[in-house]
């Protein structure tokens, strides 16, 4: 039998161990965020399904998108959108001047530039036609662009490279880098 002495401090000892763990599991950060908050922020705002957006500048219509999901993320200052997507762009006399297609994109809710992702095709009045994998649109400049590769058709001729830039009518476009060989049409 142990002595009476002996059993104290092995219940002193357990004891000791248990007031130790409570601390330790006391002591966890009460102010990290919850799991709840963490998903609650990657909920949208606002939903819609099939969609017009109208953009303007001087109350002058420049883009009108739609959208068979749209996904706003107020806190985020964008807008998300999915289920494929089509901008008609107008000049500045509000003419309608090409129109971009896309599987998805992202708008940015302060400036109201564009980001078109997935099987990317703008087309011209004019005839011309553009196809790459990402576009982005600057509402501020009214142009298009893309550091990827990009398929370029037009009436007269067809040009591949990799960076682009041009007004979104496709008039006026340079391309930083010509991969692919230009072949003018006839």
Request: hydrophobic share 35%; charged share 20%; net charge negative.
């Amino acid at each position: 039998m142990e002595s009476k002495a002996r059993m104290t401090r092995r219940l002193q000892s357990i004891l000791l161990i248990i007031i130790a763990a409570v601390s330790l599991i006391g002591c966890e950060d009460k102010f990290q965020p919850s799991v709840a908050s963490k998903v609650a922020a990657d909920i949208p705002s606002q939903e819609s399904w099939h969609t017009k957006i109208t953009f303007s500048d001087s109350g002058k219509v420049s883009a009108i998108l739609h959208a068979g999901h749209i996904a706003v993320y107020e806190n985020r200052q964008y807008t998300i959108l999915d289920s494929n997507i089509t901008v008609d762009f107008f000049d500045k006399d509000e003419k309608h001047t090409s129109t971009l297609t896309a599987r998805s994109g992202k708008v940015n809710d302060i400036t109201h530039d564009l980001e078109a992702n997935d099987h990317v095709v703008v087309v011209s009045d004019s005839g011309t036609t553009l196809r790459t994998e990402q576009l982005f649109w600057t509402n501020l400049t009214q142009k298009i662009h893309t550091p990827l590769f990009v398929d370029i058709t037009s009436p007269t001729e067809h040009i591949q490279g990799t960076g682009f830039e041009s007004d979104q009518a496709l008039k006026h476009y340079t391309i930083q880098q010509v991969t692919g060989q230009a072949v003018t049409n006839q």
